[in-house]
């Protein structure tokens, strides 16, 4: 199917005249199958932070181009959403996350955003297809559009919350704001929870979808508590991002000792519905992960390659390079090393750490001070197969759960968080300058 798609895609023609010729046809013919590529990968679930190698791509020159931009819509895509459903988590302090997003996404890409929600941090989503694929169930409630119609033939809102509680007597969740949410709303639902509480049912509990969340949950939460039902679940929904979860949580903090309701209690029991700003990455909409030749083979061995920019801080790293994580006495990640791929880390040494670009900053570790080297790329493919196992979902949460407490909390922080350090090792920064040196040299001599 993919080979299908690049000989359909480059046989376009523009006025009518053939885009490319039978040579560069035929070469594809026989070589379009992606059998000369190897790709190295940071796994997935992984953190990764700026300016480090994600995934590095060996092979035919023309090949490696054509997968270019597939490869970045992947990994861009996901990478900004898991990372948007971790800030949620650390937002919710650990609370539950419902990806909704499905309504709101950009076409097809709505699978991707929901599995990369679900591996970012996300319990459960409201996408039923890649829920099952996943192995997980869907989680949802009913409409608004469910009251009114039983409004609309003079059922009321009671009628409605019935019905529902009636299909769906042990996972009853109830939608309270389409009236009046605690005039009518929340005691509505109370009644039909006390209903089912006699026929020997557990009720889930509510939804709020609109207003002053965080007054209305303490509100609710005291109206379900004088009812005997103080283990239910609140789901809040409506916009909400790691931001606005975060204020809810702080008006909560302040506001509910006033009415006696038991902020961290409430707070426990808070579960948090989010579409739009998941899926869509709200505030920060794209990832602008890079795609750069920083060797070429030749000759029976590698030529490393430069690109310069005018900002320093967008002068690619050039050349073979494997990525490690040093730990630090605590078992803190404290920074990522770039390295030539043959480079020898002494460990029984002190360790220098470059920065990419300013070359007046530097760190030194001593042996001490690190507990262990951790290489984080791994074989994906080699010759046009893939070598690896694809990991079960819980496998990948784990993975981000274990790199997200290994960060120091500085790092963690929502906003302006303390900067994490890649680094370069001596050998690979002083490559970098070499290159950058003889480019600068060779190409304006060859201008004058």
């Known amino acids: 199917m993919t080979r299908n798609w690049i000989i359909y895609a480059i046989t376009a023609t523009a006025r009518g005249a053939a885009s490319f010729g039978d040579d560069f046809l035929t070469y594809l013919r026989a070589y379009g199958n992606f059998s000369g590529l190897s790709l190295d990968a940071i796994p997935e679930g992984r953190v990764v932070h700026p300016n480090t190698p994600l995934t590095i791509v060996r092979g035919p020159m023309a090949m490696a181009q054509i997968i270019e931009t597939p490869l970045l819509n992947k990994l861009n895509y996901q990478t900004l959403v898991a990372t948007k459903a971790a800030r949620l988590v650390e937002a919710s302090r650990g609370g539950t996350i419902l990806e909704f997003g499905l309504r709101r996404a950009q076409g097809e890409g709505a699978n991707d955003g929901t599995r990369a929600a679900l591996i970012g941090g996300a319990n459960f989503s409201s996408n039923v297809g890649v829920s099952h694929v996943l192995g997980l169930p869907p989680k949802g409630t009913h409409a608004h559009s469910m009251v009114q119609l039983m409004m609309a033939l003079g059922e009321g809102e009671i009628g409605a919350f019935r019905a529902y509680a009636e299909l769906y007597p042990d996972d009853c969740l109830l939608l309270v704001d389409t009236v009046d949410t605690l005039q009518s709303g929340v005691p509505n639902a109370i009644k039909v929870f006390e209903e089912l509480r006699r026929k020997g049912h557990r009720p889930v509990g509510i939804r709020l979808d609109s207003g002053d969340q965080a007054y209305l949950s303490i509100q609710a939460a005291k109206l379900l508590d004088e009812a005997g039902f103080g283990e239910t679940s609140i789901v809040l929904s409506s916009d909400l991002d790691e931001l606005v979860i975060w204020q809810i949580l702080t008006q909560i903090q302040q506001e509910a000792p006033r009415y006696g309701v038991d902020a961290d209690r409430l707070i426990k029991r808070l579960v948090y519905g989010v579409g739009t700003r998941l899926v869509t990455s709200w505030g920060e909409p794209a990832l602008g992960g890079v795609y750069k030749l920083v060797a070429v083979h030749k000759g029976g061995g590698w030529n490393s390659a430069i690109k310069i920019s005018e900002s320093p801080s967008k002068t690619p790293t050039p050349g073979n390079k494997r990525t490690w994580r040093i730990y630090d006495r ?73 790199d997200v407490e290994a960060l120091d909390p500085g790092v963690r922080r929502l906003v302006n968080p303390h900067i994490y350090h890649v680094s370069l090792s001596e050998a690979l920064w002083n490559l970098k300058q070499e290159l950058i040196a003889e480019a600068r040299r060779d190409n304006i001599s060859q201008a004058q």
């Not at 770039?338 to 029984?348: P, Q, S, Y």
């Not at 979902?393 to 784990?398: D, Q």
């Open 330 to 402: 605590r078992q803190k990640a404290t920074a990522d090393l770039l390295t030539l791929e043959n480079e020898v880390i002494a460990t029984d040494a002190p360790l220098v750490l470059r920065h990419p670009s300013d070359h007046t900053k530097l760190r030194v570790l001593q042996p001490g001070q690190i507990s262990r080297i951790e290489p984080l790329h791994e074989a994906v493919v080699r010759a046009g197969r893939i070598v690896f196992d694809a990991p079960p979902l819980e496998e990948l949460r784990r993975r981000r759960v274990e």
